[in-house]
Structure formats: structure tokens, C-alpha cells
């Protein structure tokens, strides 16, 4: 990855003749500029919906499930496939508001000088009313620069295309921790394999160190039950009780890759020239019934926790809810899983007088 530039041309349309530049706070490089911000995000929200028909492009609040699946599929084509590498260096991020209306969110990379070098953060304009920055479990997210520099290197991506794969990587679902090697590391599915980011944590912040894959992995270590991380808006979080999914079997599945040293895939074939953005957004509706969507389809934030993170329901699926220590309870009556979880629940969020606990 490329050091962020001061300025460049911004590419639009709706916006010609206009450079992006990048705002200095003391130590801090932050691009695009904040007062840049609604500007830049208005003109590719314009550019983003005037492909779209208006039945999508006019989703609110109001919308059913079935509407916000197809916007947040819209903007998910648009951010990740059409604009996952631009001349600007822009950065791109579907992102469901609290209403969970899809928004194409412009990504502000801040970047702090420090003596161990650069650290980097993201936060995600999405409009005047929808400026975030999720938080993991109640601590910041951010990235040592050694974290983008070897995942760009080993990681298979097309040219220009690393940081915004590695923001759906973090960005795109819950964290589960694992001890690799002598560290304890965030593990992250990417099929059919595996990358894994060592950390340092502060009573605030996760600090992602660096990016392996089961190339540079030697050992790995599952643990009953698994610290699961979810992504959130807000500063506040409590552990939910109630799960969308299994996380043991996850953890075990990440654990198998790793055992067969799965290795990453190449990197995304050339869209073919026809399959451009106007396209695409004509045919989302076809598209999203044959996935077997339709009326009575649902939006949910994953694990009823309002994030960055979503998942779809077909018409007709009930939805999931998995408690996990009863679950541990019914297959595994020995142990006290009571207090396991409890323990575990502990560990997960940021420490409050009388939890000190670390990892």
C-alpha cells in the first residue's frame, strides 16, 4: 500500500475539476479532508443512484426488508466491485445506517505519527447524519502500518484493490481471537482460507500488529468457549446472550483450514465489459430472486447488535438464535459453563473498576 497522497483529482462526474486533499492536525493525517466530506459523498451518492431503478434508489426507513436487501446489495456491487480501486484513492464502504438503509460510505483513513511508526484508523462518512466509526467490542480498531504493508504483500489482490478487500475483511463480520503462535490473533475466514492479525490491546484499543496466513502460521490453539467480537455503532456494548450463528463451529472450521494449509485464492477476475455498474444496478431485483429473495425477506444486524455487520433472511426463514451456553449446557453437562461464559463475557469487553482483565 502507497502512502496517502496530499492531494489528488478527484474522479467524478458530478464533481469535475476538484482535488482531494488531505487535512494535518498536528500528528495526524487525515484524508480526504473532513470539510471534503458531504462534497465528495454527495457526488458519488449521485452517481451511485442514477444508475439505480427508483424503487431502490428511494429506500428509506420506511422500506421492507426485501428493499433494503437490494439497496445494501446495490451499494455492496458498487462500493466493492465497480469502485474497489480508484485513480483518487478514495476509499468506498457499504454501510447500514440504524434504519439498516445501505449507504455508500466515503472512508477517512487518519493516520497518527508515533514513535513505533504510522498507526491507522477508519472512519466512514455516510452523510450529514451518518459520520461513525464502529467500534469492536467497545475498543477502537486500529491498524499498525506494518498490518496494510503485509497484507498487500501477501495477500493475492488486484492493483489498488488491498485496502479496500482488507476493510471488508475487518469491517464485514464479528472477530473471533485465537492464540497463534505465541500471540493471541483476530482469525478471519477467507475462502477457502484463512488471515489472521496479532494485536496489542489497551483499555481502549485493539491494535492490530500485522497480517499472517497459514503460511506463516505454526501452531494454532482452539479454546472452549471462543472470544467472539462483535462489531458496533456507538461506544457502549454489551455481549449478546442470543447468536446468529455458531461460533464453535466457525472456530473449528478456521482451525481445519489452517490444519490443510488452505491456501488464499487468486485475486478477482476482470468484471466482463458488459457487467458495468448501469448494468448491474438494472438487473439487482433479478438477481436477488434468484437467490431466492423476494417479498418477506428480512435485513437483520448480525447478532441483533446495530453495526456494520448484516445478514438476509429469505421469505419464509425463521431466524436464527443460538444460546451458547445452553448449548454447551445440553452437550457437555460437566463442566460449570455458567461460569465459563461469564469469565468469557469478561474478558471481551473494555475493563470497568473491579475488570482488569486481559488478554
Request: include cysteine.
Amino acid at each position: 500500500m502507497n502512502p496517502l497522497p496530499k492531494h489528488v483529482p478527484f474522479q467524478s462526474a458530478f464533481r469535475p475539476d476538484f482535488e482531494v486533499v488531505e487535512e494535518r492536525q498536528g500528528n495526524l493525517h487525515l484524508f480526504p479532508h473532513t470539510d471534503q466530506l458531504p462534497r465528495l459523498q454527495r457526488a458519488l451518492n449521485l452517481e451511485f443512484k442514477n444508475a439505480l431503478p427508483g424503487h431502490i434508489a428511494r429506500v428509506d426507513k420506511r422500506g421492507d426488508g426485501f428493499h433494503k436487501i437490494l439497496l445494501k446489495h446495490a451499494c455492496l456491487d458498487f462500493c466493492s466491485f465497480f469502485n474497489a480501486a480508484r485513480p483518487d484513492r478514495l476509499l468506498l464502504f457499504a454501510l447500514p445506517d440504524l434504519d439498516l438503509v445501505s449507504r455508500v460510505a466515503v472512508v477517512q483513513q487518519i493516520t497518527e505519527e508515533t514513535r513505533q511508526g504510522p498507526l491507522h484508523w477508519f472512519k466512514f462518512y455516510g452523510g450529514p447524519d451518518f459520520f461513525t466509526e464502529p467500534k469492536l467490542s467497545g475498543r477502537r480498531l486500529k491498524f499498525a502500518d506494518h498490518v496494510l504493508q503485509r497484507y498487500s504483500t501477501r495477500v493475492p489482490n488486484n492493483v489498488g484493490e488491498d485496502c479496500s478487500r482488507l476493510l471488508l475483511v475487518i469491517f464485514g463480520g464479528p472477530q473471533i481471537m485465537l492464540r497463534v503462535g505465541p500471540e493471541r490473533a483476530f482469525v478471519a475466514s477467507y475462502d477457502p482460507s484463512l488471515v489472521a492479525f496479532p494485536f496489542k490491546v489497551t483499555d481502549t484499543e485493539f491494535i492490530l500488529t500485522t497480517c499472517l496466513t497459514v503460511n506463516e502460521i505454526n501452531t494454532m490453539e482452539q479454546e472452549m468457549p471462543p472470544l467472539v467480537f462483535n462489531l458496533h455503532y456507538g461506544d457502549s456494548f454489551t455481549v449478546p446472550r442470543l447468536r446468529h450463528w455458531y461460533p464453535t463451529k466457525l472456530m473449528a472450521d478456521l482451525y481445519t483450514r489452517w490444519e490443510r494449509k488452505a491456501q488464499l485464492p487468486p485475486p478477482p477476475e476482470a468484471l466482463p465489459p458488459r457487467l458495468n455498474w448501469h448494468w448491474v444496478a438494472a438487473h439487482l431485483t433479478d438477481l436477488q430472486k434468484v437467490r431466492g429473495h423476494g417479498p418477506g425477506s428480512q435485513l437483520l444486524f448480525w447478532d441483533r447488535v446495530p453495526g456494520p455487520c448484516t445478514f438476509d433472511l429469505k421469505p419464509g426463514e425463521a431466524e436464527p438464535q443460538l444460546d451458547e451456553c445452553e448449548f454447551y449446557r445440553q452437550a457437555s453437562p460437566g463442566p460449570d459453563w455458567v461460569k465459563a461464559f461469564a469469565a468469557r463475557d469478561q474478558a471481551i469487553v473494555p475493563p470497568t473498576p473491579g475488570n482488569d482483565c486481559k488478554y
